[in-house]
């Protein structure tokens, strides 16, 4: 891509991966100025189907979320032929992230040893389910398969209810950004080093991360972490209320806040009441205190009342929904929702002053740059035209977008 700018500008990442983790780890690289050429099978990444919606025919709104400012190339990674013109695209890559399963690439000629030494200063990024040796080395994993086996679901839900996956991809969402970080520790000792190295990131552990606190809990006292609903399990009052015209959470964590809290609602005793003098006395008598609280938050309605505590210091917010959510003045404020010749998505978390990161091109079209890539590459018009008549690479007919791009 022309005139990339940002903190990464120059970078060059060849994005094998599919589906959620690794997209996203190559996007939010993308974001920040990479150059990430996006390597797909012919019959392109899964997520392109996982719809409705579609944004287009053949491209899910799933898809577009997570593969911005990358360029498109379909490659049958099957064949010998389409392994050379792999051999090609690492040569002059800095990173190279993958989710193949286990063994793939070395079947395909490509094992760990032989890309450390044919591109000594490549950055390996390889993300999987469960890693690949150990008892369930090489085992597949999708997001809610790891928030099951890693503990998550356990944890989420209501007291009295089942165990539920968390609403959000949450473990692959994390992976990417661990991958992401790990790719970028890796780059800067090459630094030092002049060597690239392996970044290894499994879903599986992601989801062990993400238990805090009640990973700790157990590994403290042997505490058997149990289902609270909204609430938290160490801090109180942590949760959602019922307030006139919607939910409202409120989130105490600490005493002046709590009395805060209390002289908000008309109880300002409740703040020196022994029950509730402390955190740990709040969590011990939780049930009890939003009782108490319960009765006066009905009362209000609800975003006057999240108001009226967020003067006070005190952080609370109605429960929104997607649309509230994305329609949200402070969120637009922070440019959490872009548009960009027609693409909309969601914006750039990681801000950066002086190097900030942009939204330059759309999630491509299947193949889009197939052509535009080969000849960066050295493959002249004979050699693209037989890749592409024999299957090996897919490019768009010149009818089509992306075509001759």
Not at 10 to 31: E, I, M, N, T
Not at 252 to 278: I, K, T, W, Y
Request: proline share 7%.
């Amino acid at each position: 891509m022309a005139g990339e700018t940002g903190a990464l500008a120059g970078l060059r990442v060849v994005d094998l991966s599919r589906v959620l983790a690794g997209p996203y780890c190559a996007q939010l690289l993308a974001d920040h100025g990479a150059n990430v050429v996006k390597v797909e099978a012919p019959a392109g990444d899964d997520t392109r189907a996982w719809g409705p919606p579609f944004v287009r025919p053949g491209t899910s709104a799933y898809f577009t979320g997570i593969n911005r400012n990358k360029s498109a190339i379909a490659l049958d990674l099957r064949s010998p032929r389409a392994h050379e013109v792999l051999e090609r695209l690492l040569a002059d890559a800095d990173v190279m992230i993958e989710n193949f399963k286990a063994g793939t690439l070395a079947r395909w000629g490509f094992p760990d040893e032989l890309l450390a030494e044919r591109f000594p200063r490549l950055v390996r990024c390889r993300i999987t389910g469960f890693g690949t040796d150990g008892p369930l080395g090489g085992a597949p994993g999708y997001d809610a398969v790891a928030q099951a086996h890693g503990g998550l679901m356990s944890v989420n839900g209501e007291a009295d209810g089942p165990a539920l996956r968390i609403g959000v991809p949450i473990a692959d969402i994390v992976t990417g950004l661990h991958a992401f970080g790990g790719v970028l520790l890796a780059l800067r000792e090459r630094e030092r080093s002049g060597r690239g190295q392996l970044v290894d990131c499994a879903l599986l552990d992601t989801a062990v991360t993400l238990l805090h606190p009640h990973s700790t809990a157990w590994l403290a006292d042997g505490t058997v972490p149990r289902r609270t609903g909204s609430a938290h399990s160490t801090v109180a009052p942590y949760e959602t209320f019922a307030a006139q015209e919607g939910p409202l959470f409120i989130g105490v964590g600490n005493d002046r806040q709590f009395r805060a809290l209390v002289e908000v609602l008309g109880l300002p005793a409740l703040a020196d009441d022994p029950r509730f003098r402390s955190n740990a006395d709040r969590v011990t008598a939780v049930a009890e205190l939003r009782a108490l609280l319960s009765v006066p938050i009905a009362r209000w309605e609800c975003a006057a009342l999240g108001a009226a505590l967020l003067a006070r210091g005190v952080p609370a917010g109605a429960v929104h929904d997607v649309p509230t959510a994305l329609q949200d003045p402070q969120v637009r404020h922070r440019e959490m929702v872009v548009e960009h010749d027609g693409y909309r998505g969601v914006g750039i978390p990681i801000k950066l002053d002086r190097t900030p990161g942009s939204v330059r091109s759309a999630p491509p079209d299947h193949g889009a740059d197939t052509i535009e890539v080969l000849t960066r590459h050295g493959y002249d018009a004979a050699e693209i035209d037989a890749l592409v008549r024999d299957g090996i690479a897919l490019a768009p007919l010149p009818s089509e977008p992306g075509a001759g791009t």
